[in-house]
């Protein structure tokens, strides 16, 4: 397995690619997209919503809570999951600086 590479990219350039893979996986976008419309805290729904076993919805739950796109509380024996709109405006501004410079007008190939 090869050495990462990282090191040789800027802070930004490394954050957006550990974001991506994030969210790199359709069930994630599920999650977020799930979460973004019930815009409230989400308990338990969430296995069923997706159709996925109980232990891979809580992997894909760690992965998006590692990444602080989501924040979790617990009531009682549930862990309630909703967006954390910190880091969520945080991810919505990288990604319109990212493509703010795009022209789509000329040609290149």
């Not at 590479?5 to 969210?23: C, E, P, R, V, W």
């Not at 076993?53 to 992997?59: K, N, Y």
């Amino acid at each position: 397995m090869g050495i990462t590479k990282s090191g040789l990219f800027t802070k930004k350039q490394n954050d957006m690619a550990n974001m991506l893979k994030a969210i790199a996986h359709p069930a994630r976008i599920a999650i977020l997209q799930y979460l973004v419309k019930k815009n409230a805290c989400v308990c338990g729904d969430l296995v069923e919503e997706l159709g996925l076993a109980q232990a891979t919805t809580s992997q894909h739950l760690k992965e998006l809570k590692n990444t602080g796109l989501i924040q979790g509380t617990i009531e009682g024996v549930s862990v309630c999951y909703c967006i954390n709109p910190k880091v969520w405006k945080q991810y919505q501004v990288m990604f319109s600086e990212f493509f703010k410079d795009v022209n789509l007008e000329g040609s290149c190939c």
